[in-house]
């Protein structure tokens, strides 16, 4: 099959060259229309219940992670200058396209009784701004007597204040948002400078913007990274410019593939497939240096150029073809999670592989052809004396050193469980920030001042038109009673609900004596009632609690981010909660938001990454078993691929690196790139023991030597390149970086040391068999 590929490759030139820079070119245009992904990350399936309670309460109220926050700490911000610029900032923001509405303590509500028409009416608490420090004064203390609004635009304990910043529906998932963003922050810096006091931005909008400023910085700064490294490095081991640009040319062809083909699927740039781009370029190296030097070595032995690429071809067509099957499957499983996050990821970095893979099998031979044969000086590198020693060092450790080869790996592997087991499974919404980021400080200043910014919901369904209502108002007490258990849980906030809004109504109604912000009973609530109650009108301000048929209403919280393993504890505290104080109803209660999905989607991706690494690992198995047909030599050389695993993960647990998602990740990936070294080797022992001149030991040698060289180097470039990552600001993109690295340079350990080790061990007759060699 293979010399026929070469054959065709050969005869069909211009042709082949023809259409890979016609459908390059194709690919090219669509790169250019890629664009950045502004929506909220998709993690959990369309079919997932919590999944359909989150868009279900979406349809009822609107995104609820629309909510910007500004935030400052400030003794003296009852001075005059001051409360006024307050003011005059929440009514520039509200000034900018995409902004909803603005809530700050200077353009509250308060309610007014029109005892005459029998109705109630929102008025502005402050109809005009203070003139005075003794206006002021007075303002402060009115507004010392509303309790719904401490706690929630002001700390009056901690002197913080909020400003909370509602966007469009429209606005929340495009690109429009970065500049709504970026206009509102410069207000807020503006105030702060004006005023010299720190000032704290945070909620959903402004993280997940940072989030993909950064994405998009990223991306660039690592394919360039990446390029002038891996330029570095094919010059220093080629020193021939022809070859280093030969190899960049195929993977920056690979590069714009990968991008067009995110286009063409209709995705968009996330935080995961902006890692693509720099993948594809780093895995793609490595076809390059084993065909380039496998022709440079088949040009030394007979200087025919034309025999030296066709042996190229076909002695490491296969080998790179299942080699990069391999990494593909370890992309490609991802599709399994059902996740539309890291089914796009997959699909794309799986199927860029292997594309990548056939346009260095087509575009290397061609390429080479034209060129004039190599130089002495560009071949000498094959006879690399400091890497002939490792080889001979590796060489004798696996043919005369193999129990002490065992015993060390054994024991690093025993070392490695135990790390493993202390490893925690833990998440947190802003993981990939570093602690010293703005964001984090900002965030963790919202936690300590106003119990967090994440959304929190919970919905209730009555069950019912008008049920809110019915039945003697008992939702509401219903509610009321509930939130008063859930007030004993320091991780909340105070609460937002149709419950909260009558105490503020009857406060009012009762001339505004703090006493009397309570729920009344059913009789003072009738009373109310006379008066229009705003839950009859058509405000929005009591909107934002129940739907239009009154059926459902909603609990409102902010939550502090707490983490994964507290939240489901958290959730174990407060359902049974619940279910005490709703037990005598048929409501039903759905917990839901923001915060809870995330969580949520966190604990879905663990649990799916480690089955699609399952399923992985089944594949690579079967192609194995496909090459070598025979189950023994494929387990036992799946071997030096899993211990870099376990070796990974007991670095992971001494160091205190969590599992989650990222970090799952590298497995996968590390276990694909890993089994290539596997088949090189394997493919390569076989052809020597297809030799009649070759003894069992000497095809161990020879081996080491052929295929060493090659995997020394392509593991220098993937460590190199991987390594590039930990320079992302993202700590999950760091440590992909970092680990990744490290597990492939183990592997590269294992597979030089191991492998060959294990083949010894089964000399003779048995590994024959095993291998089909007569």
């Known amino acids: 099959m293979w010399p026929f590929i070469a054959r065709k490759i050969l005869r069909n030139r211009v042709a082949l060259i023809v259409i890979l820079a016609v459908s390059t070119l194709f690919m090219s245009y669509h790169a250019f229309k890629v664009e950045l992904s502004y929506d909220t990350v998709k993690i959990l399936p369309s079919n997932d219940s919590s999944y359909i309670a989150y868009n279900r309460f979406k349809e009822l109220f609107g995104q609820d992670g629309n909510i910007m926050v500004i935030g400052i700490k400030d003794t003296n911000f ?9 003011h005059n900032l929440s009514l520039n923001i509200k000034k900018i396209s995409g902004i909803d509405n603005v809530i700050s303590i200077t353009n509250v509500s308060n309610i007014a009784f029109d005892d005459s028409l029998h109705k109630i009416m929102f008025v ?129 062809i690979g590069v714009i593939w990968s991008v067009g083909c995110i286009e063409l699927f209709g ?78 990821f997959g699909v794309v970095a799986g199927l860029n592989v292997m594309i990548t893979f056939f ?163 059913f009789t003072e609530l009738k009373k109310l009632s006379d008066y229009s109650l705003p839950i009859k009108s058509n405000y929005s301000n009591f909107n934002l609690f129940l739907d239009k048929s009154r059926q459902y209403t909603r609990i409102s919280y902010q939550i502090a981010d707490v983490g994964s ?22 409501y039903e209660l759905s917990f839901t938001g923001h915060s809870l999905i995330f969580l949520k989607g966190n604990d879905y991706l663990l649990s799916n990454l480690l089955e699609s690494l399952g399923i992985e690992i089944i594949l690579i198995l079967l192609i194995g078993l496909a090459l070598f047909q025979n189950l023994r030599i494929i ?47 394997l493919s390569k022992f076989r052809q020597e023991l297809q030799n009649k001149n070759q003894t069992y030991l000497g095809a161990i040698k020879a081996t080491i030597i052929e295929t060493g060289r090659s995997m020394i180097y392509t593991n220098v470039i993937l460590f190199v390149g991987f390594f590039i990552f930990a320079l992302s600001d993202f700590g999950s993109t760091a440590t992909l970086g970092i680990l990744l690295s490290v597990t492939l340079l183990v592997a590269m350990c294992t597979n030089l040391l191991l492998l060959p080790s294990i083949m010894l061990s089964i000399e003779g007759k048995i590994a024959k068999k095993l291998l089909k060699i007569k």
């Open 635 to 681: 387990l036992l050389s799946k071997l030096p691929c899993l211990i870099p695993l376990v070796i990974t993960a007991g670095i992971m647990g001494f160091l205190g690196v969590r599992f989650k998602p990222s970090t799952i990740l590298i497995f996968s990936i590390a276990f694909g790139i890993s089994s290539d070294g596997t088949i090189y080797f």
């Open 359 to 521: 346009i260095s099998l087509i575009f290397i031979p061609i390429v080479l052809s034209y060129l004039k044969a190599p130089d002495i000086k560009h071949t000498q590198y094959l006879e690399g004396h400091r890497i002939n020693k490792v080889l001979d060092w590796v060489t004798f450790l696996a043919t005369q050193k193999r129990k002490q080869v065992y015993w060390v790996i054994t024991l690093i592997t025993v070392l490695s469980f135990i790390g493993m087991s202390k490893i925690s499974v833990l998440g947190f919404v802003v993981d990939d920030f570093p602690k010293k980021d703005k964001v984090y400080d900002d965030l963790r200043f919202f936690e300590s001042n106003f119990n967090g910014v994440l959304p929190f919901e919970i919905l209730i369904d009555t069950k019912k038109p008008n049920g809110v209502f019915s039945d003697n108002a008992r939702a509401l007490y219903k509610i009321n009673a509930l939130q008063k258990k859930l007030a004993r849980h320091p991780e909340f906030s105070k609460p937002l609900s149709m419950a909260e809004a009558i105490k503020f109504s009857y406060q009012c109604y009762k001339d505004g004596n703090p006493k009397f912000y309570i729920l009344p009973g």
């Open 267 to 344: 995705y968009k740039i996330s935080v995961l497939s902006a890692l693509v781009p720099p993948l594809i370029l780093i895995i793609g190296v490595p076809n390059c240096i084993f065909f380039i030097n496998k022709y440079h070595a088949e040009y030394a032995r007979h200087k025919n150029k034309t025999k030296a690429i066709a042996r190229m071809i076909n002695t490491m067509g296969i080998t790179l073809f299942l080699a990069n099957l391999t990494t593909a499957i370890g992309f490609a499983v991802l599709y399994f999670t059902n996740s539309a996050m890291l089914v796009e």
């Open 78 to 86: 009852f001075t005059l200058n001051k409360f006024n610029d307050w």
């Open 565 to 586: 393993e507290r939240i489901k504890t958290l959730m174990e505290e407060i359902k049974p909660q619940a279910d005490s104080v709703f037990k005598d109803t048929d």
């Open 124 to 252: 502005p608490f402050l109809p005009n701004m203070p003139e005075s420090q003794e206006d002021l004064n007075k303002v402060k203390l009115s507004l010392d007597s509303l309790p719904f609004y401490n706690g929630f635009v002001i700390n009056k304990e901690t002197g913080a204040h909020l400003m909370a910043i509602t966007f469009s529906q429209s606005d929340i998932n495009t690109k429009h948002r970065i500049d709504i963003v970026n206009q509102v922050k410069d207000e807020a810096l503006n105030y702060a400078s004006k005023h010299n006091v720190d000032v704290h931005i945070s909620g959903m909008p402004y993280i997940r913007t940072v989030f993909m400023q950064k994405v998009s910085k990223e991306m660039f700064l690592f394919l360039i990274l990446a390029l002038v490294l891996m330029f570095a490095i094919l010059w220093f081991l080629f020193r021939s410019f022809s070859s280093v640009l030969l190899s960049l040319a195929i993977v920056i």
